[in-house]
């Protein structure tokens, strides 16, 4: 609101981070694959065929304070999924950003994905991000 109030153009570039860990976990529940991230994330004990709403946002919530830890640990592990849901989604945000041609912006993106487009930006330069 306060940004509309002084005419700044605001960017919505993300959906919300608590819908994005809980379709993580619910993928981590039970897959081979996906067993030693849920290691290295504490999550290793949920399993999708008995964990309850609640087990599942207890969780979230662990992996929302922690989300650096959610981060190395997929990009190690899952290097690919990574890029997928991370890299290229900063990557995306990021040209969002430089295509609005304004001088003044407020972009507002989900909290795991401000160091990639802190990174981009700086990398592709033409904002300041603060």
């Known amino acids: 609101d306060e ?17 994005t860990l809980q379709r993580l976990l619910c993928a981590l529940c039970g897959q081979d694959s996906f067993s030693k991230l849920a290691e290295k994330t504490g999550t290793a004990t949920l399993s999708s065929d008995s964990a309850t709403k609640e087990e599942l946002q207890i969780a979230a919530e662990k992996l929302k304070r922690n989300a650096s830890l959610l981060y190395m640990a997929m990009k190690e592990e899952l290097p690919d999924i990574f890029a997928a849901l991370v890299e290229e989604r900063d990557l ?3 040209e969002a950003i430089l295509q609005s041609n304004s001088q003044v912006l407020v972009a507002v993106v989900g909290k795991g994905h401000l160091p990639g487009i802190q990174r981009n930006l700086d990398e592709l330069g033409g904002y300041k991000s603060i």
């Open 3 to 19: 940004a509309r109030k002084w005419k700044i153009p605001v960017l919505l570039g993300d959906r919300d981070i608590d819908v």
């Open 92 to 94: 995306f945000m990021t």
